[in-house]
């Protein structure tokens, strides 16, 4: 089965650094990377997501890029503010199978 | 957020009680899923389902049954509730394309 892979576990930055997350898949046939950020408390939203037919998407301050041939994916959140302070998950979901797998998750931290 | 009810949000078990969570969607979609979420480790699949009247085993489905007998209802149930099965459990169905959540079921397995 999928074995999604997250690094790194913590992350601290200074308000308006840039946050880099990264996660690496072994299934071939996932086709769809979802980002999610999960606040204290409360349900994962879904932030971001790509597809295995697109290298990157941006969505203001929030881009993810796949490289397929290596299997990872990777998250870049600019300008960093507090409210960012999250933990964040990655996903793989599988075409073979249908299941959507996480990795164990970072938690951002934003200095203010 | 995309009709997804779990029910009850909250439960205290004793070793061995037994309890039946449920979640229900309004969306008429397809796949179903349970997760666990246990500090440090994510998301971890339990059971889903792509269709009423089947199911599949996720990564941890031991000392977990499930049930889609209509398509609005996954049911995951505890036969014999473990210490171990403390945990944040969320389920999920996909909306477009998307993954969306219930709002958690925190269950306490004294």
């Known amino acids: 089965g999928e074995n999604v892979e997250q690094h790194p576990s913590t992350l601290s930055v200074q308000e308006g650094d840039s946050a880099v997350i990264k996660c690496t898949y072994s299934?071939?046939?996932?086709?769809?990377f979802p980002w999610y950020k999960q606040e204290l408390g409360k349900r994962p939203q879904l932030i971001i997501d790509i597809r295995s037919n697109v290298g990157e998407k941006k969505d203001q301050r929030i881009a993810v890029t796949l490289n397929k041939t290596a299997k990872h994916f990777s998250l870049h959140i600019t300008e960093t503010q507090p409210e960012d302070s999250a933990v964040y998950f990655c996903a793989a979901f599988s075409s073979n199978d249908y299941k959507l797998s996480f990795g164990a998750g970072t938690t951002v931290t934003v200095r203010a | 957020n995309a009709g997804v009810t779990q029910t009850p949000k909250f439960r205290v078990l004793k070793t061995g009680q037994s309890m039946t969570l449920l979640c229900a969607q309004d969306?008429?979609?397809?796949?179903m899923y349970w997760y666990r979420q246990d500090p440090g480790m994510g998301l971890r699949l339990i059971h889903y389902s792509v269709g009423e009247g089947t199911t599949a085993k996720g990564e941890v489905p031991d000392g977990y049954n499930v049930s889609r007998l209509k398509k609005q209802n996954f049911l995951l149930g505890l036969e014999s509730a473990a210490p171990s099965q403390t945990s944040v459990y969320f389920c999920a169905t996909i909306h477009t394309g998307e993954l969306f959540f219930g709002e958690g079921s925190r269950l306490t397995v004294l």
């Open positions: 299934d071939s046939a996932s086709n769809y």
């Open positions: 969306m008429n979609h397809e796949y």
